[in-house]
């Protein structure tokens, strides 16, 4: 899989809260599918699937050890994103500098008056 190809992965994985959420908890440490799904309002077979999509991502490892199967975070797709974005860093920050300089001279013609 390319870098393109890898980076739409990871954001379409990124896409759903649920999945979003589950990668925050392995952010803290690994642990079973079962224990990643009792926050869930949802069936286990569903946590499974976002797992899945997670995995096909590359954003998480599972390891299968009897009847557990253990979920750790893999850090390197967020990397991959990170670098990407911090790319796009200096166009936002001179358009947000701009911006401010609009508001702080509108505020000051609302001050004049």
Known sequence: MDRTD???????????????????????????????????????????RHIKVLERAGLIQQEKNAQYRRCTVNAAPLRAVATWTERYRPIWETRLDAMERC???????????
Request: aromatic share 4%.
């Open 103 to 113: 508001l702080m001279a509108l505020t000051e013609n609302l001050d004049d008056r």
């Open 6 to 48: 890898s980076l739409s992965a990871t954001f379409s994985a990124l896409a759903h809260p649920a999945r979003r959420a589950i990668l925050a908890r392995l952010a803290e440490g690994g642990t079973t599918v079962n224990v990643l799904a009792e926050p869930f309002d949802m069936s286990l077979p569903a946590v499974s």
